[in-house]
């Protein structure tokens, strides 16, 4: 009992580090720093290193654990290019801040009737308690939504859901998910004639039977649905939900991962 507690406390020591590291980067650096950004860059790394083996390595089961590691690789490579390329700093920070406040307004005045036009935002200068709050909201937008970085060809819901609704939908979901994620991991491993080093080649396809082939299409059929399921439990759920509640973001940010099935038929609307 005392280790696991040790543990956890080394976890969120880690993480309250890397993101405390990349708060006071981008608050306290010009834009124009570039060394100095350069040296922080590695910093950030350094203290990502310490997440994965304080953090990241106590998940379980070990599927969650590596796709969990895969998209906090790309979660440091995200603040990375926060700091490097697109030199976040103080004044972008108030900029973004301001045009938070603008489209809330708007939204609110859309929904009671009222008319806010389409006037130009004029920037203030954030305190820094709004700028520390928006940087962290950022570390929580894998994809950007709302800024100018904001990646492509994503699927927006056509509801606007309020957090409530948010939490309602998403626990319950990323509960149900987590136990059917635990169900395929402890089931029963395959015999070990179906998983034979000549049997997982492309170019030795006639070596398999009948057996093999009622073996195998609904382990890739299982791993395709699983796959889904642990990508939800860790976009909506372990960084949706807490992000949602802790007023880090908003509903808004957190669209489905995956798009509609009848957009199946590109390769855009596949990847996207």
Known sequence: MAWELAALFCAISTLALYHGLFVLIVITLPNNATAARAMSALLISVAAYFVRICAIELIRPLLLQSTLLTCFLVHWLSLIDYICMAKLD???????????????????????GGQTGDKAVSASTASIGQQVWKALALTTNFRRLGTEWEVKNIYYSDTKPTPLDFVIDVL????????????????????????????????KLWTLNGKDLAFRVPAVISFWVTARLVIYVLTQGVLGLPSVILGLSSPDHWPSAFGSLRELYTIRGFWG
Do not use: C, F
């Open 90 to 112: 103080s004044a972008k920070l108030s900029e973004l801040v301001t045009q938070h406040k603008h489209n809330t307004d708007t939204d609110r005045g859309n929904h009671v």
């Open 172 to 203: 319950p979901k990323t509960a149900l998910s987590y136990l059917l994620i635990d169900a395929v991991m402890h089931a029963p491993a395959p015999e070990a004639h179906l998983v034979t080093e000549a049997k997982q080649t492309w170019w």
